[in-house]
């Protein structure tokens, strides 16, 4: 869903900025600028009705079902406030806790890096081309528009099930492939597979980033006689670093929330042997099939800290390594 | 999501029929949840009823169940036969395939919506009891409304949770292996017989892999399997719970890992990722229809659906060990809502369905063989069609060896066998000792059981 | 003009041969994205005893039979329900996103107001908020009125602009419209009714559009609230419906999810074909420029 949120909200922040400058002319009645003022609430009303029934209510009141035995079933008064044992059963008691949390781990560590190297290689290529670039950059988008589907997930289980296409494939090269999502070992690398063919949407992000970059700075680097490795290092890496963050920023959170793909291709038990058993399968699994709200709402809580955590990592750190062209640079 | 081996849960069939779900509260508004939401509605939906003491008053009933289309058609017909002998009850029929009926069910409950009789088996019974979702039929029971005297004792005291009669039977049922006769005679391997121990069973299987030639095997693994524990479990005198824990030790699950992973050296069963195809007990995944092993283990009602899946002829028998290990098994109850308004016409509808003759002939065996022994009897005599035929034969052959029957599984019963069925998968796949999962089995279960 | 500084190091045969070589690999890795999509077309194409023999691409017989047989693939109920609850759905999402955050957006973008800073970054926030999160005390609260197995909840949150992306994305856009336009209609003596109404409406077309489409793709292919929201089969979406395609794997039913599948991708590939451009556009626009 936030496909594409998350290198806006960064781009957000530097827009306002800009923003904030008032284009109000001071003579303008105080009148005027009251209406205005009632005019803004109106129009925001929605959304902040929406913020505060939607987003904000729900997440304290997941606060307090935590702290609670709360079960669908259960009448309210039989709910019973039982403190911090939802997550006290989480860090001791529950093994498929840590499973998941490892196995969550994994694939964002591992597939949100080799979907981006993708993504920004595919966009050096693309960008080097004169020709057909349109008809290469939507034919390479199709996935980010398909993939997140249950239909694409299908085909994955059926192409890489021990009797599918892509063992047929391999034994035209005399190879004998594993059983892929039936192994353990081999089920959340073919997620990542499924992760990393949609490459397309940072591609396009990563395709418009780069031609921002001006040429004269290529070309002095060529007169000062630095090689295409150099110019990539030194000129394209830390002009596109806000791009990178952006969906960097983006892509993590993304694959921290990967559902539908894991869900699809274990038939919704995480499996083989916890194999593919993302955070968000486990609360799910949780909360809507063993009816564990509380404890439930004790998994979101963590995993909100945990992509809070990140997320503020990120942006932290972001500083060190990104540089906007308007700044110091 | 819903790996569980559902008595007779269907291909995906599905679904139909209006919505069970009365009046939807809508537009209670936002605002109106985040001022009060925590507090008293559940049971709001409900209240002292008068009209209930006039019998001919109209009334109007909600019946759910899964199921496939053959189940469907025969339940709407006996809701219809009971209707026309009770003008004044109109029946509102709901049902779906397995897939997502308990997710349905769960919700509408939650809602104080449940129906007012819905089907439910033993893995989900004392969850839905314990919290309060099902009408008590004790004094039902007590004063007649429902007649049990003919009823299998067993499969009596089996619908009740905390010593209260909480569902009636629908029928009886036993876990059963089903194998390929067609295979074995092609193979040259003779068939297996009753009361082999599993070691017996083993080198049987193992005959059967190495004359399948690589691609077929002896048996599916059903190490994973809570059902097929508890039945070796009772060879040995003693049960899966005892109460609301455990009734064996961690040894003896050690002892039955291991009793697996011999039978896998031996080679009598398929590759992990092979049996992991199978796991989820949907007939079209079974190992006998897709053609890789000769035997699956089933329930005893599932034949004829195997039999449709696949040309080779197919047979059934007890699982491997003393056969005192199994007990009349309720196949599936019928259940009331705790929240209806019409408690008695409930009552009636079930006690129509489990005790008329006439009702019974139309059901047939599709819930198991009928609870109510004399219907059972006449039910016997006039049935024609073979698979029910195989199905009485089978009960009536095991009848008299059966061990009594233990209590329902108790609440988080069901998240726990979903426990056991990962756990166990990781000893068949290799990743973890007998002795490392059992350890975790027993962390989880006092985790699930609390 | 990238293009230029790489040919400023390379020219001539070494450079045309690294230009061949380059279309080479972009041909490959577009085999690899593609060869997916169309082993699906294929094989929905291949009869039983093919789909399960047969794993190239190319049905040796086609054959159209899997897809009425897809179609009525669930006893008692056929896709077209699903579609017909699918499409429901993402109309009135589109309606519900594009109306909400518009008028949301514009606050944002256009009037002053107290606090006006401090609710956009808590807009920005809700960006980054896992959905995963909310989604039990939503359910609690949507199943407490009533609402589950209703399309309600997968609708009337979309009305109050809770899709923040497009708030966003929305706002982005209007920052590109001139604020000249606002101060004449202004002085013409508009309120802020009215230059919403007259200026920014009217010019907000291109944003309502990227809106609209990404809106209907997104819910088209949602999984996670129709799997909890929907829980009866004659309330399925289209993902839902192909779900119960996950639990048989025999050979008689995968020619039928084939085929389901690819006619669940028809509708968002129609989108792509028709609005590629506006949906890289609607990629870049939002985030990089604005």
């Not at chain 1, 035209?172 to 949407?201: K, R, S």
């Not at chain 1, 000129?235 to 869900?263: H, K, Y």
């Not at chain 2, 009596?156 to 949770?161: A, E, I, L, P």
């Not at chain 3, 040919?7 to 997916?36: C, E, K, W």
Request: glycine fraction near 8%; hydrophobic fraction near 45%.
């Amino acid at each position: 869903m936030a496909l594409t949120t998350a290198h806006q909200s960064a781009g957000a922040e530097a827009n306002s900025a800009t923003s904030g400058r008032p284009a109000r002319k001071p003579r303008e009645s105080g009148r005027l600028r009251r209406q205005e003022g009632r005019a803004g609430y109106v129009f925001l009303s929605p959304w902040l009705l929406g913020l505060m029934a939607i987003t904000a209510f729900p997440m304290l009141f997941s606060l307090y079902l935590s702290f609670t035995n709360y079960d669908v079933l259960a009448s309210w008064d039989q709910v019973e406030w039982v403190g911090l044992d939802n997550y006290q059963r989480m860090f001791t008691e529950d093994p498929s806790y840590w499973h998941a949390v490892r196995v969550t781990l994994t694939y964002a560590l591992i597939a949100v890096p080799l979907k981006l190297a993708a993504a920004l290689g595919v966009a050096l290529l693309l960008n080097r081309e004169r020709r057909g670039v349109g008809l290469f950059r939507s034919l390479f988008y199709l996935p980010s528009l398909l993939g997140g589907s249950v239909a694409l997930a299908l085909v994955w289980r059926a192409m890489f099930s021990g009797d599918g296409a892509f063992n047929d494939l391999l034994s035209l090269f005399g190879i004998e492939g594993a059983p892929w999502v039936n192994d353990p070992t081999w089920a959340l690398e073919t997620l990542m597979v499924l992760a990393v063919w949609q490459f397309g949407a940072p591609m396009v992000i990563f395709l418009a980033g780069l031609k921002q970059v001006p040429t004269d700075l290529y070309e002095a680097a060529a007169v000062d006689g630095a090689g295409k490795f150099r110019q990539f290092w030194n000129i394209t890496l830390p002009m596109l670093s806000p791009v990178i963050f952006f969906n960097l920023v983006l892509e993590t959170i993304n694959g921290f929330q990967g559902f539908t793909s894991a869900f699809v291709i274990s038939n919704g038990t995480g499996g083989p042997v916890y194999s593919t058993l993302l955070y968000t399968l486990h609360i799910y699994n949780e909360g809507f099939t063993e009816f564990r709200m509380g404890y439930a709402s004790a998994l979101s809580w963590v995993f909100l800290i945990a992509i809070g955590l990140i997320t503020v990592v990120f942006f932290s750190t972001g500083r060190f390594w990104v540089h906007y062209s308007d700044g110091e640079n | 999501m819903h790996p569980a081996t559902p008595p007779t849960a269907g291909m995906p069939a599905v679904p139909v029929h209006r919505t069970p779900v009365p009046r939807r509260r809508l537009f209670r508004g936002l605002i109106a949840a985040a001022v009060a939401l925590p507090l008293a509605f559940g049971t709001a939906a409900c209240g002292d009823d008068e009209s209930s003491s006039d019998p001919n008053a109209p009334v109007t009933i909600e019946f759910f169940w899964w199921g496939g289309e053959s189940r469907a058609k025969a339940t709407e017909e006996a809701l219809k036969l009971y209707t026309s002998k009770h003008p004044n009850v109109t029946i509102t029929p709901t049902w779906q395939a397995f897939d997502g009926y308990y997710d349905k069910l769960a919700t509408i409950s939650a809602g104080g919506n449940a129906p007012d009789i819905f089907q439910i088996d033993d893995n989900n019974l004392t969850d839905y009891a314990s919290r309060r979702v099902t009408l008590d039929l004790t004094d039902l029971v007590k004063d007649g409304k429902i007649d049990l005297s003919k009823h299998h004792a067993e499969l009596t005291k089996y619908g009740q949770v905390d010593g209260k009669q909480v569902a009636i039977a629908s029928g009886e049922n036993t876990p059963a292996i089903v194998y390929d006769k067609t295979k074995l005679a092609e193979l040259g391997v003779s068939e297996p017989q009753e009361g082999w121990s599993y070691q017996q069973y083993f080198d049987w299987a193992a005959q059967v892999t190495q004359k399948g030639g690589g691609k077929y095997w002896g048996t599916m693994d059903i190490s994973s399997d809570y059902k097929a524990l508890w039945l070796w479990l009772r060879t040995q005198g003693k049960e899966f719970y005892n109460g609301k824990q455990l009734g064996f030790t961690e040894a003896d699950l050690v002892t039955w890992f291991k009793l697996w992973q011999e039978a896998r050296t031996k080679g009598a069963t398929p590759p992990a990722d092979i049996v992991h195809e199978a796991v989820t007990g949907s007939v079209s995944t079974q190992l006998v229809v897709t053609g890789k092993a000769a035997v699956s283990f089933m329930w005893s009602n599932q034949l004829s659906e195997l039999q449709k899946a696949t040309k080779n002829e197919l047979a059934m028998l007890p699982y491997p060990g003393d056969v005192k290990g199994q007990w009349p098994r309720a196949s599936l109850y019928w259940a009331g809502s705790r929240t209806t308004e019409h408690p008695e016409v409930v009552a009636d509808i079930i006690n129509f369905l489990v005790n008329d003759p006439e009702a019974a002939k139309i059901l047939g065996t599709d819930r198991g063989l009928p609870a109510n022994l004399d219907v059972r009897e006449t039910l016997e005599a006039d049935i024609s069609d073979n698979s029910m035929k195989a199905t009485f034969a089978f009960e009536n052959g095991l009848a008299s060896k059966f061990g009594a029957a233990p209590p329902v599984p108790p609440k988080g019963h069901n998240g726990l066998r979903n426990k056991l069925r990962d756990i166990a998968e990781s000893v068949t796949y290799g990743k973890a000792t007998p002795e490392a999962a059992a350890k975790q089995f027993f962390a989880e279960a006092s985790a699930a059981l609390a | 003009m990238a293009v230029q500084a790489a040919t400023v190091t390379g020219r001539g045969s070494s450079g045309a041969l690294r230009g061949v070589v380059r279309i080479v690999i972009l041909v490959a890795i577009l085999g690899f994205v593609l060869y997916p999509l169309l082993w699906m077309l294929g094989s929905s194409l291949k009869s039983p005893t093919e789909v399960a023999s047969n794993l190239s691409v190319l049905p040796t017989e086609p054959t159209w039979a899997n897809y009425p047989d897809g179609w009525s693939y669930i006893d008692g109920i056929s896709f077209g329900r699903f579609f017909l609850n699918s499409t429901v759905i993402a109309l009135a999402t589109v309606v519900a996103n594009a109306v909400s955050c518009l008028v949301a957006a514009f606050a944002f973008a256009r009037l002053h107001f107290r606090g006006r800073k401090v609710w956009f970054a808590i807009m920005i926030a809700t960006l980054l908020l896992p959905s995963h999160v909310l989604i039990i005390p939503q359910y609690v609260m949507f199943n407490y009125f009533g609402w589950v197995d209703t399309p309600l909840p997968l609708i009337v949150p979309r009305l109050l602009a809770t899709e923040a992306f497009f708030v966003f994305l929305m706002v982005q856009f209007m920052r590109g419209i001139p604020r000249e336009l606002d101060h004449a209609a202004k002085i013409d003596g508009c309120s802020p009714y009215g230059v919403f109404r007259y200026v920014i409406l009217p010019l907000s077309r291109p944003a309502l559009v990227t809106t609209a489409i990404f809106s209907f793709i997104w819910t088209w292919n949602d999984f996670f609230t129709q799997l909890v929201y929907l829980p009866s089969p004659t309330s399925y979406t289209v993902p839902i419906g192909l779900r119960l395609f996950i639990d048989s794997t025999g050979q008689t039913s995968l020619g039928p999810m084939f085929a389901m599948s690819a006619l669940s991708l028809l509708p968002v590939f129609l989108f792509f074909l028709a609005f590629q451009r506006l949906l890289v556009q609607g990629i870049n626009t939002s985030g990089l420029k604005g």
